[in-house]
């Protein structure tokens, strides 16, 4: 039970951390002043806080045009699917 916290507790943390990073990217964007590298959003994705990714790009309108920086996301959002997926089906064979 205590990992099943400890995940929830990662999620809750790198979610917020994300949608805080997209902010300001978005924020940057607007000011014309330096960006956050896309590999540090997409990096951020991969650890988990992909939904809040999500999120930001329909809230903020941010990186939501860009055909490559989508498609690199979207992988990692169906790769993190799929491990989701094999765990619960992993644990329901226990």
Known sequence: ??????ALGWLALIDLVTFQVWAADKRRAIRR?????????????????WP???LSMRLFRHKSVKRDFKRRFNGIVWLHLLAIA?????????
């Open 86 to 94: 094999a765990t619960i089906i992993a644990f329901q064979a226990l």
């Open 33 to 49: 002043e330096r960006r956050v590298p896309e590999a540090t959003l997409l990096r951020l994705c991969w650890l988990g806080g």
């Open 52 to 54: 809040a990714a999500l």
């Open 1 to 6: 039970m205590t990992l099943w916290i400890l």
